[in-house]
């Protein structure tokens, strides 16, 4: 993933984090999906996992961690 600037980006709250996770979980693509769904899907979670890696960072920061 690039390392991109989360500096200013709205505070995610811990109950988004967790939706989004259930909603778009980790998991490998089914072999009989067309390539079009597992690009899709690879997409959504590779959004949710931006989120997440600004979600801990934020509270890294809230916690005095940087």
Known sequence: MQNENTD???LISEAI???LNLRFP???PDLGW???RV???S???SVVRL???IYE?????LLGGK
Request: proline content about 4%; hydrophobic content about 25%.
């Open 8 to 10: 200013g980006f709205p």
């Open 17 to 19: 984090i967790r939706e």
């Open 26 to 28: 980790e998991k490998t």
């Open 34 to 36: 067309a390539q079009e």
């Open 39 to 41: 690009w899709h899907a």
């Open 43 to 45: 997409g959504q979670r």
């Open 51 to 53: 989120l997440n890696k």
């Open 57 to 61: 960072e934020q509270q890294e920061s």
